[in-house]
């Protein structure tokens, strides 16, 4: 019996050696120490010694299961840790790979303004960007807006204190470069501004493009070629430039400009609501009295001043519905216009 032990002991620790996975050791606990396997058998024979050996071969029995148990538990959890190892391994998530790379892209604003920027760039004007935290005296002193005059209510500017405020338009680098560098001036001012208002086609933060020119002998024609030259060029080579008068505090003529409808070509439709032409921006002659209250000389000197919504051209431009659709950062929506 003994030696009968030891033959098994010595056969399960030859197979433990020969294993490679915890399956394989699975089967040789059953094949041994299972209900009805070799090893347990010995314990069932034990009625068979006699009564007097029986409780020092029933020692060395359980002794021997003992040493079984171990050595196939160890070498259990050798491969079992060898095994999650390897499956950690396989599953780990490289994330520097993926499934194609999600490449940003310039938002559509940004692109319409970079394309405005280089037309206007290649026509000698300069690019400046100013203060978005304005003082009342440059949003609106300076460019004849009088203390009585609506766009000052609280209603559609936010102020800070009395006399600060968020710019309500780009104007306000006008009066600061009008005062700060001597004629001829071309510039075009980019920035955001703020008006308290929101819906569909008017966001309280929205884009503008505001464009100076002050030299000698300048005229509405000058500002008509100008402008023509920018809406073939944002929009298309057919495009026309209409000027209807209007009214600015900062302006003298005035004019609303229309662009010829880029949807049906000035036929009539829905975007243009029958009348062929879209309204895109504000322009006219800079009031002398501006030019005065910056210093220069308004007999001598004459310009115009133009301003628009960048995210209106670019709503235009890509038929987009709603202004706001262009500050909610949704990926879906901006990924169309890579
Ligand atoms: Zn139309």
Redesign the pocket.
Same mark, same amino acid.
């Given at each position: 019996m003994t030696e009968k032990i030891k033959q098994l002991v010595d056969k399960v620790k030859e197979l433990l050696e020969k294993a490679s996975s915890v399956a394989e050791i699975g089967d040789i606990r059953v094949t041994f120490l299972g209900k009805s396997g070799e090893y347990t058998g010995l314990l069932r024979g034990l009625k068979d010694v006699a009564p007097a050996e029986r409780g020092t071969i029933g020692k060395l029995i359980n002794e021997g299961k003992v040493r079984l148990e171990n050595m196939i538990a160890e070498k259990e959890a050798y491969f079992r840790k060898k095994e999650e190892a390897k499956k950690l391994a396989s599953e780990k998530i490289d994330v520097t790979l993926s499934k194609g790379y999600l490449i940003g892209s310039t938002h559509p604003i940004t692109k319409v303004k970079n394309e405005i920027l280089d037309t206007f760039i290649g026509l000698g004007f300069a690019v400046k960007e100013g203060p978005e935290i304005e003082t009342d005296y440059y949003n609106f002193q300076t460019l004849g807006i009088p203390a009585d005059h609506p766009a000052r209510d609280m209603q559609d500017t936010f102020y800070i204190s009395e006399n600060i405020l968020l710019r309500t338009h780009t104007s306000p680098m006008q009066s600061r470069t009008m005062l700060s560098e001597k004629p001829p001036i071309r510039i075009v001012v980019p920035g955001k501004v703020y008006r308290a208002d929101d819906d569909a086609t008017h966001s309280p933060i929205f884009n503008q493009i505001e464009g100076l020119c002050v030299e000698e002998g300048i005229s509405l024609a000058h500002l008509k070629n100008m402008l023509e030259i920018f809406a073939k060029s944002t929009f298309t080579k057919d495009t026309k430039v209409r000027f209807r008068p209007s009214y600015f505090p900062f302006t003298e003529p005035s004019v609303e400009v229309d662009i010829s /409808?880029s949807?049906?070509g000035g036929? #009539? /439709?829905r975007? /243009?609501k029958g009348t #062929?032409w879209i309204e895109v921006l504000g322009a006219g002659i800079v009031n002398p009295v501006v030019l005065e209250n910056c210093g220069i000389d308004s007999k001598k000197y004459s310009g115009f001043a133009f301003g628009f919504g960048i995210d209106r051209i670019a709503m235009l431009k890509y038929g987009i519905p709603d202004i706001r659709l262009m500050y909610e950062n949704d990926v879906n929506f901006l990924k169309q216009y890579k």
């Open positions: /409808c949807m049906c036929k #009539g /439709c975007l /243009c #062929g």
